[in-house]
Structures are given as structure tokens and as C-alpha cells.
């Protein structure tokens, strides 16, 4: 197993059952974070890029099985942040240092085409890379963000196994899906998707299949995170997403998508204390402090137990470069594209 992740180091070329057995390996977890922290560090550097995630509606129409956010679930205070609020948090976040802005929401159509590329050109205007992650949309719609100034798009895949992403994302359609990264794609958009670690009926082949599937696309980012069980949602009893198996997949990551910005994730730390820090050793290059200041950082909530949603976006800025730091890296001072364009 070894010699394998030798090779893929070498090649960034694995079968499809050599990355399922080697997700399936415990023993080869050391072998394969190191081989993928030296990639990291020959492919895309030292640095650790900063994006300040603003979290401005958590208003949903989706109803996927496993999200705080979903329309069925009557716990949560929804809310909405207007114009004005959003473009003062991306100032802040430019003050923290962040090159780039993620805006993120549940599926709200308040937010029509016009409103949020009237958002994204504002936003443009302080010299931001502005990423979007709204979910899924028109072809027309991406269009107009994109010619508005919108540098780049996330959009989990979650699975790709159809009959998996299908039962646990109830009304949505896989093939949407990849025709909505596929637009992306098409309209010039850096494309960031990733998998859900941990849904009920995923088997390590799928996953290994979700890494071919982002070879395949060309992947510009990949964010995987393991299932953190929401009571409040019908998963509210599942088993967690298992760390280290997430951990080894962001490793195979690195190794097989050399160049791609993987961000080590919010719930990766939720899951284990200094979570961030190990996958930032483990492959990743990126970390998305959030930016969302009050009642709707709480109120932003996927998961229990969220890391940070009691801390200040400025304490947050100060322990990510500090623990940066710590590691031996440092906070990159470009707004870290993929593709070396100009913004
Ligand atoms: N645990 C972990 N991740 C979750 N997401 C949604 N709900 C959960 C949960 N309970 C992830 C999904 C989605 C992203 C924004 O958050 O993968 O794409
Ligand atoms: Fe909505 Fe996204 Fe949560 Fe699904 S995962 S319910 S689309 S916010
Ligand atoms: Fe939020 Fe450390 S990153 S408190």
C-alpha cells in the first residue's frame, strides 16, 4: 500500500480501487498526510489563504435530511442581512486582511439575480475576490454573477452517488447538480464543490469515485467535511462522518489534484479539537474564517456544536494567523487564485 502512495505522489494517478483501499487503510493514514503535505508544499506553497465567510440568509427551500437550515426545520431563527450590512462585513473582512469574500446562503430566492450581482458589484468594488455559494441556479443566473464579477463558485456535489444524493437531498436532482458545476465551469468561474463525509448508504468506493468525478471536472477547490448528526433534522440520529477516514481523503485529495485550493474545514475542528491544524498538515491550504458578526453567526447553524460561533470575527483572525504561524507557515498575501489570473 505503501509503494502505491509512492506512485501517486510521483504520478497524481491512482485506480479507483487503489483509492478505495487505500480510504479503507487506517495503517497508511501517516504515510499518506505526509506524502500529501509535501505536494502541498511543491504544488501551491506555504501559504495559507484566508476567506472571510459571510453567512448572510439562512433561509432555505431546500429540505436536505441532514442541514439545520432545511425548510422543514421550525427550531432555527431565520434571518436575512441586507444589502448594507453584507458590503460593511466584507470591509471588515478586507480590515482583517482577507483577499477574498465567500457569500454563502440556503437556497433564498429573495435574493434574485439582480439583487445579489448588485451585492457582488459593490463587493467588487473594494478589490475582493468575491466566491458565491447560493446554491443551485440557472444558467442564466451564474451568467449574470459571473459578468458582475463573481470570481468563484462552491457547490458540494455532496456524493455522487446518485441514489445516495438523492435519498438524502429529498426533491433535488443529481443531474441538476453536475449541470450546474458544468455552467460554472463553462462561464469561466473557479469551481469549488466537495463531498458530505458520512451519509447513510455512502461506501468507500463512492467516495473514491467522488475524487475521479473532481479530477474529471478539473476541480478549481475542494472542501469535504464529515456529517455532524443535527437533531433537529431527520439524520439527527445517524453515526458521525468518521474523521480520519475524511482526513486520509483530503490527503488522496492533495495527491491526485496537485494544484487545487482544499480548505480544511469548519467541521473537521468541531469533530476534534485543533481538527484544522492537522488537515492543514494533511494536504489542505486554505481555511475559511467566518465573518458573520451577532445573532446570525449563532443562527448559521448547520451542525451542533459549530467551532467559533461564540468567538469574534477579529479573535478568529488572530488565532487562525497565530496557529498558521505555529505551524511553520504563513498567511498568504495574494487572493490566492487557482489559475494565476488578475482580478
Ligand atoms: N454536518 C456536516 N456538514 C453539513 N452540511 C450541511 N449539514 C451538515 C451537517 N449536519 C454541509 C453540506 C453543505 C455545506 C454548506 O454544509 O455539505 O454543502
Ligand atoms: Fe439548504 Fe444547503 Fe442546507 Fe440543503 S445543505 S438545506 S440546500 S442550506
Ligand atoms: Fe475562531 Fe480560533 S479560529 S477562535
Redo the contacts with the bound molecule.
Keep these: 500500500m505503501e509503494a502505491c502512495v509512492k506512485r501517486a505522489e510521483a504520478s497524481h494517478v491512482l485506480t479507483p480501487e487503489e483509492i478505495t483501499a487505500l480510504l479503507g487503510a487506517p495503517e497508511v493514514e501517516e504515510c499518506l498526510a505526509a506524502a500529501a503535505d509535501r505536494v502541498r508544499h511543491a504544488f501551491v506553497g506555504d501559504g495559507v489563504h484566508l476567506r472571510g465567510l459571510i453567512e448572510f440568509s439562512n433561509i432555505c427551500r431546500q429540505n436536505?435530511m441532514?442541514?439545520?437550515?432545511r425548510r422543514e426545520n421550525g427550531k432555527v431563527e431565520r434571518y436575512r442581512l441586507d444589502a448594507d450590512t453584507i458590503v460593511e462585513l466584507a470591509h471588515k473582512a478586507k480590515g482583517y486582511g482577507y483577499q477574498t469574500v465567500v457569500l454563502?446562503s440556503g437556497e433564498d430566492l429573495y435574493f434574485t439575480a439582480e439583487r445579489l450581482a448588485a451585492i457582488v458589484r459593490r463587493l467588487k468594488e473594494l478589490d475582493l475576490a468575491v466566491t458565491l455559494?447560493v446554491g443551485e441556479r440557472s444558467y442564466e443566473e451564474y451568467a449574470l454573477w459571473r459578468t458582475a464579477g463573481a470570481d468563484r463558485y462552491l457547490l458540494?456535489i455532496?456524493t455522487t452517488d446518485e441514489a445516495v444524493y438523492e435519498r438524502w437531498d429529498p426533491g433535488m436532482d443529481y443531474a441538476n447538480r453536475v449541470r450546474c458545476l458544468r455552467d460554472l465551469r463553462a462561464l469561466g468561474y473557479e469551481v469549488g464543490t466537495?463531498t458530505?463525509v458520512g451519509l447513510p448508504g455512502q461506501s468507500l468506493a463512492s467516495i473514491a469515485a467522488d475524487i475521479l468525478f473532481y479530477q474529471q471536472l478539473d476541480a478549481d477547490m475542494v472542501g469535504i467535511?464529515?456529517?455532524?448528526?443535527?437533531p433537529d433534522?431527520p439524520?439527527g440520529t445517524a453515526v458521525p462522518?468518521d474523521f480520519h477516514m475524511t482526513r486520509r481523503m483530503v490527503a488522496l485529495l492533495r495527491l491526485l489534484l496537485p494544484e487545487a485550493n482544499i480548505p480544511a474545514t469548519t467541521?473537521m475542528e468541531t469533530m476534534v479539537p485543533h481538527g484544522r491544524e492537522l488537515i492543514l498538515a494533511s494536504g489542505a491550504n486554505v481555511v475559511m474564517p467566518n465573518v458573520t458578526e451577532g445573532d446570525p453567526r449563532r443562527n448559521y447553524a448547520?451542525?451542533p456544536g459549530k467551532v467559533c460561533v461564540a468567538d469574534t470575527p477579529a479573535a478568529c483572525r488572530s488565532c487562525m494567523s497565530g496557529r498558521i504561524r505555529a505551524m511553520g507557515r504563513f498567511v498568504a498575501k495574494d487572493k490566492g487564485f487557482r489559475r494565476h489570473r488578475q482580478s
Design positions: 436536505c441532514y442541514c439545520g437550515l454563502q455559494s458540494r455532496e466537495g458530505l467535511g464529515p456529517l455532524i448528526p443535527n433534522t439524520l462522518g467541521a448547520l451542525y
